[in-house]
T-cell receptor, first 116, second 117 residues
């Protein structure tokens, strides 16, 4: 079956702008988690959405937000971009219900965001 | 999903040798651990997991060891192949979060594995 897809793959924005990234989970998966990957901080959890509701949240400022649609697709938005927001943004999907085998998260290829 | 960890520790091994990648985790409450492999241009890929009620778990060519006393994980790769070259991350979480609904992984900093021919 098709894997997790993320669009766009690459993005260049200017400081102060806002950006929206998209993630389509594996068919049947209801949980989508977002992570930020940078050389300095590594992989950090942003938030998780399940059934259109934010279920877990990491320690990121309110400029980072997300949402999930009824078809489980998710978007994350970053407003008022800062240079430090330059990173690889990864999304991961899973069943999210705690059933056997549903712990495993499947990652997409990521969106490389560069803020200039 | 390339990893751009400019400051990652690196492990270089000869093809055919065994590799051991280590990870120290931080939360003593964590009870579920996962190893991921990230190749250049791709997102992290699940390798193997282990629950805290186990000390060892084996997969195909991989073994994960867990030492809860010192909060240490290791990933052993047998007969390392060129295709194993990647960045390896350990991740930890609390299963209550998972079973109660939720996915929140805390990742280690990663180790770059380089396989020399």
């Amino acid at each position: 079956k098709a894997g997790v897809t993320q669009t766009p793959r690459y993005l260049i924005k200017t400081r102060g702008q806002q950006v929206t990234l998209s993630c389509s989970p594996i068919s049947g998966h209801r949980s989508v988690s977002w992570y930020q990957q940078t050389p300095g901080q590594g992989l950090q959890f942003l938030f998780e959405y399940f059934s259109e509701t934010q279920r877990n949240k990491g320690n990121f400022p309110g400029r980072f937000s997300g949402r999930q649609f009824s078809n489980s697709r998710s978007e994350m938005n970053v407003s008022t971009l800062e240079l430090g927001d330059s990173a690889l943004y990864l999304c991961a999907s899973s069943h999210g219900t705690g059933e056997k085998g549903s712990y495993e998260q499947y990652f997409g290829p990521g969106t490389r965001l560069t803020v200039t | 999903g390339e990893s751009v960890g400019l400051h990652l520790p690196t492990l270089s091994v000869q093809e055919g040798d065994n590799s051991i990648i280590n990870c120290a985790y931080s939360n003593s409450a964590s009870d579920y651990f996962i190893w991921y492999k990230q190749e250049s241009g791709k997102g992290p890929q699940f390798i193997i997991d282990i629950r805290s009620n186990m000390d060892k778990r084996q997969g195909q060519r991989v073994t994960v060891l867990l030492n809860k006393t010192v909060k240490h994980l290791s990933l052993q790769i047998a007969a390392t192949q060129p295709g194993d070259s990647a960045v390896y991350f350990c991740a930890e979480t609390i299963r209550l979060i998972l079973t109660g609904g939720g996915n929140k992984l805390t990742f280690g900093t990663g180790t770059q594995l380089k396989v020399e021919l």
